[in-house]
């Protein structure tokens, strides 16, 4: 319970204080709700594993988008994890974003920065997006990691702002 207020208390803090260089812009610009099925092939740098583990998840989410970044709350069927993610958006479908992780059964915690490139199949400004995506993290117990993997997004609008 202490991980999920501590979780709220930065989701809100921090798209709260997201900033933009265009004043006439409003803050909040969409929430969205939705599913992610996920594949990642991951590398430990520990030496010990075999190059590649391949791991694949099913995710719901929130997020909520700014002006120039986004905000995501996931919940992960595979490992029965909460996820908080802060992103930037960059240019030309990029973005990059740090990525907060606790596994609700075992209370492990993991910390990633990746950067991912979306590729949009649109239906009125909405539906499937896939992301390839390149991370880098930690579990806080020494152990390092790099991943590469392939999401697949679909979301609907709960609000948008007109």
């Known amino acids: 319970m202490k991980n999920l207020i501590f979780l ?3 989701f809100t803090t921090t798209f709260v204080n997201a900033q933009t260089t265009d004043n006439s812009k409003k803050l909040f610009q969409k929430v969205t709700g939705g599913v ?3 594949t990642v092939a991951s590398a430990s740098f ?3 594993e075999r190059p590649f583990s391949l791991g694949y998840n099913l ?3 929130i997020t909520i988008v700014t002006p120039k970044t986004y905000h995501n709350i996931l919940y992960g069927f595979g490992d029965n994890s909460l996820r908080y993610l802060n992103g930037y958006f960059l240019n030309n479908n990029w973005d990059t974003y740090l990525l907060y992780s606790n596994t609700l059964h075992t209370g492990g915690n993991y910390l990633g920065l ?3 490139k979306m590729i949009k199949i649109e239906n009125k400004g909405e539906g499937i997006k896939f ?3 390149t991370e880098i993290g930690t579990d806080f117990k020494g152990n390092q990691s790099l991943s590469f993997g392939l999401l697949m997004s679909v ?3 709960i609000w948008k702002r007109k």
């Open 131 to 133: 992301f390839l995506l």
């Open 59 to 61: 995710l719901t989410n």
């Open 46 to 48: 520990m030496g010990t």
């Open 155 to 157: 979301q609907n609008k």
């Open 8 to 10: 709220l208390f930065i």
């Open 36 to 38: 992610i099925f996920g």
């Open 114 to 116: 990746g950067i991912e």
